[in-house]
């Protein structure tokens, strides 16, 4: 056997130089690489053809790790071209030294794990054989070609070629008939670039493609000057993108906006080019179809405006997909190109090419005559260029096999049953949408810190369970599901581009601030879904979150959400307040207001006597408020054919335990006496509260009880129990997601103001939990205070209360105010329902 390595890195794209930059320099261990390629460059070296060049701005799609290297390059262009992007790639190989690292012009053929060495063992298509003890492959999602489908190629008399392999000497198209097949982002850039160089340009689209304007031109001085001022502030803002360019937030739901309003922010995002028309226009165009229709129909419009034959505009305007469901293109004078004489379209969706003939293109309907074909066929992203390493895992699974179904993978950076081998930007990671060099870096630096805790903590074996990557695989589904990316037809997002290739969610669609703060919190409990030495950590809670839960949380990091902790009192009370914005609207009804005691009563219009809620609104007794609760009140209202009393209570600090119990008892002891003149039944109150409100609910119950007055229900919505309990989802839902051990002590803390611990703060307390009205318990599975919400519902049981417990998994606390956008907080409400029906009579014996 060969040599022996710490670590096989193969490719030299953006990938492949920043990790062996990293592995060697940073890590010091010891590298081979490969390079199928004869020279570094990836992607920027394979396509050279006429045209090609980046959709991210290049000042951010080049590297932010290193400070010299983003000083010392000036981009010429915006989007730089596939020529510069090169020169740049060749530049920081020089400066960083790794070009020593490679082996070029070799291509690995198999990649074989030996368990007992725990090692791998590489071979290459030039007879050498090495072993790793990792290996690091930054093949690329889309280094592979789609193989060709048409027969004959090897027949056609003419000049053939793939974009994807473009000869690297001219290639001279003056007074030639060129054939382009395919549409896509690289079919675009040709056509649009050869239009005025061949004499005959023939375009064979299937599916036209929402292409809008690139926005391309040169950088002038002034320009690189402000560049070069502001790269940090570009950076950060980049990274807190959902795609990793600092763009401006879109101006929320299209489908809120008038139809002027959309027509204003689609023209001024059109103009200024680029992934802004996704991004910077409306918050719903990616997830409804009928929002992303105004933005179909704009683009079609604006094509049918450029293209002066109609018939060929309606052939190139795309109806049978949703804007973004395939990788959107971008074009600089594509649809001009249509208005040359010798610029024609030729649809093969309605007759397909058949073959390629000795002269040109044969489809069922026609023969065509070329001297040049250039296929723009696409690629078989993300599988294949694995595949093609040959890879065989523990007890010789085959990568094929494994992955017969569609792609698994764990953050898309390993894939279990294969220990040591990690992945750049592999299927399920974020990089389709994510500007690739900060993905690239990301991912590298995630790895190359597994690596030093695995090479420090003399680990022979890192790699993700299955159940991690179940997981993962769910949470990608579920979030792409949410979007209208699965009702694209073809689209290589899902891998529909290849025939026969298993359709699934090929990439995380969360955003890069919510992959990244993912991949940070598995870094942080130890590698969480990891096994290191087969000894597996448990999958942490932000890869469990239910797909909805996982995207709203995502928004809120790409907005610079602050951890709740972190924010001051007057924070806290504008984070609940804004929360608001998250419901669903309630529906319109009577509401009384009452001042002593403060509370707003609603009143479905139905005939009486209804049964009542008293509804406490949450926010840790320190904030939220009657307006907070005004949507939710209105729905229970509507849905129970309920009178529901929103009770006000007095907030901590200013006034701490026990001003809320107090207050919260008091409308209670109000409601009895007086729903009646409201159509309300005083013998079907049923007492409710959410988060802290649900503390204050359990709390008011208890003092019915004892106080005499009959409660038909009480329902609590994750309840905070008790300050010092000691429980498994405390520590396991320490850090969140989204609400901290530390809010949580700093709530409890400003609610009690230093008073004793009694069962007015703390119910679980009580003397005697018997003879309360029957509850209802709602927990979340992530949700620290999960347990002694559910211990207490245990509690209630054991004291001969009939309970109902009810755990929603995948949810955090607080979701009960995010109904608009997380659509499984309509299960609560039927929960609620459900249980709000069965109180039909007092229930409760009177003390
Ligand atoms: P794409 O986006 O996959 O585009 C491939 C194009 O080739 C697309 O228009 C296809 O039509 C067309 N195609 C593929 N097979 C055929 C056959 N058999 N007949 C006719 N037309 C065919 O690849 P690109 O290289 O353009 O872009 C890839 C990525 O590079 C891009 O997304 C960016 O991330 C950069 P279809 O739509 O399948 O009907």
Same mark, same amino acid.
């Given at each position: 056997m060969g040599s022996h390595y710490d670590v096989v890195v193969v490719g030299a794209g953006f990938a492949g130089l920043y990790a062996v930059h990293k592995m060697c320099d940073e890590l010091g261990l010891d590298i081979q690489a490969f390079e199928a390629a004869g020279g570094v460059g990836g992607t920027w070296w394979w396509n050279?053809?006429?045209? *090609?060049?980046?959709? $991210?701005e290049s000042i951010h799609y080049s590297y932010s790790f290193s400070e010299e290297i983003q000083r010392g390059w000036e981009w010429s262009e915006r989007f730089a071209g596939q020529p510069e992007i090169l020169a740049y790639l060749e530049w920081v190989a020089d400066k960083l030294d790794v070009r020593r690292a490679f082996r070029f012009n070799t291509r690995v053929t198999s990649t074989t794990w030996d368990d007992k060495a725990a090692r791998w063992i590489i071979c290459t298509d030039d007879g050498a054989t090495c072993t790793a003890r990792f290996v690091v492959s930054c093949v690329g999602g889309l280094s592979v070609a789609k193989e060709p489908e048409f027969p004959g190629s090897e027949t056609f008399r003419g000049e053939l070629y793939r974009t994807s392999s473009w000869p690297h000497e001219p290639v001279d198209l003056t007074g030639k008939r060129v054939a382009v097949i395919g549409t896509g982002s690289t079919g675009i850039q040709v056509i649009q670039s050869i239009a005025n160089e061949a004499a005959e340009v023939t375009v064979f689209q299937r599916t036209p493609n929402f292409a809008a304007p690139l926005g391309n031109e040169p950088v002038d001085l002034a320009q690189r000057r402000w560049n070069a001022e502001h790269h940090a502030e570009l950076r950060a803002g980049s990274r807190q993108h959902m795609i990793g360019v600092p763009y401006d937030p879109p101006s929320g739901p299209a489908l809120a906006a008038t139809p002027d309003e959309r027509r204003r922010i689609f023209d001024k995002y059109w103009d200024r080019g680029g992934f802004r028309l996704l991004v910077s226009t409306f918050s719903d165009v990616i997830f409804n179809q009928q929002a992303n229709e105004t933005i179909a129909e704009y683009i079609r419009e604006r094509i049918r405006e450029r293209v002066k034959d109609p018939a060929t505009a309606a052939l190139l305007c795309p109806t049978d997909h949703p804007y973004a469901s395939k990788r959107p293109p971008f074009e600089t004078g594509y649809y001009e190109a249509y208005n040359l004489p010798h610029v024609h379209l030729v649809d093969v969706r309605s007759a397909p090419i058949e073959a390629l003939t000795p002269i040109g293109v044969r489809t069922s309907s026609k023969s065509y005559e070329f001297d040049v074909i250039i296929l723009a066929t696409g690629f078989d992203v993300f599988t294949r260029p694995l595949l093609n390493l040959g890879l065989r895992g523990r007890d010789g699974l085959k990568l094929e096999d494994r992955w017969a179904n569609g792609p698994t993978s764990y953050l898309g950076v390993q894939i279990a049953g294969f220990p040591n081998l990690f992945v750049i930007n592999g299927p399920k990671s974020a990089v389709a949408l994510y500007n690739v060099p900060l993905a690239t870096e990301d991912n590298v630096n995630f790895v190359a810190a597994a690596l030093a805790r695995a090479i420090a903590d003399k680990t022979a074996t890192f790699e993700a369970t299955y159940e991690a990557e179940e997981a993962w695989g769910r949470l990608c589904e579920g979030i792409l599901n949410l979007t209208v990316i699965p009702h694209s037809k073809g689209s290589w997002y899902m891998g529909e581009n290849i025939p026969g290739k298993a359709r699934a969610a090929y990439f995380f669609a969360g955003g890069a601030p919510l992959y990244r703060a993912i991949c940070a919190e598995i870094a942080h409990v130890g590698y969480g879904g990891f096994a290191l030495d087969r000894v597996s950590a448990p999958i942490p809670p932000m890869v469990r979150l239910d797909p909805a839960a996982a995207l709203l949380l995502g928004s809120m990091l790409a907005r610079g959400m602050k951890p709740l902790d972190e924010l001051n009192l007057d924070e806290v009370r504008a984070v609940a307040e804004s929360l608001r914005e998250l419901q669903l609207p309630g529906p319109a009804m009577r509401v009384e207001t009452v001042e002593a005691p403060r509370a707003r009563i609603y009143i479905p219009d139905? *005939?009486?006597?209804l049964p009542v809620i008293v509804f406490y609104h949450g926010g840790g007794w320190i904030s939220g408020s009657l307006d907070l609760a005004d949507a939710p009140c209105r729905r229970l209202a509507d849905e129970n054919g309920a009178i529901v009393v929103s009770a006000h209570y007095r907030l901590a600090p @200013?006034?701490? $335990?026990p001003a809320a119990t107090d207050d919260t008892f008091a409308a209670l002891s109000w409601v009895w006496k007086h729903v009646g003149a409201y159509g309300g039944d005083p013998g079907r109150i049923v007492v409710m509260g959410e988060s802290a409100g649900a503390n204050l609910a359990a709390v008011a119950a208890i003092r019915a009880r004892d106080a005499g007055i009959p409660l038909a229900g009480q329902v609590l919505i994750y309840p905070p129990i008790d300050p010092e309990a000691s429980t498994a989802s405390r520590t396991e839902f320490a850090d969140g997601p989204f609400f901290t051990r530390a809010i949580g002590e700093k709530m409890w803390g400003a609610y009690l103001g230093g008073a004793e611990l009694t069962a007015l703060a703390a119910p679980s307390r009580a003397s005697s939990l018997a003879g309360l009205a029957p509850a209802l318990v709602l927990t979340l @599975?992530?949700?620290?205070s999960r347990d002694e919400a559910e211990d207490y519902a245990g509690a209630l049981a054991s004291a001969g209360v009939p309970v109902r417990l009810h755990r929603f998994d995948g949810l955090f606390h607080g979701v009960f105010n995010m109904s608009a956008f997380i659509p499984r907080v309509r299960e609560m409400y039927a929960s609620i329902g459900e249980f709000v029906a069965t109180c039909k009579e007092q229930i409760t014996e009177v003390a």
């Open positions: 050279r053809y006429p045209g *090609a060049r980046c959709d $991210f139905r *005939a009486g006597p @200013e006034h701490s $335990f @599975e992530l949700d620290m």
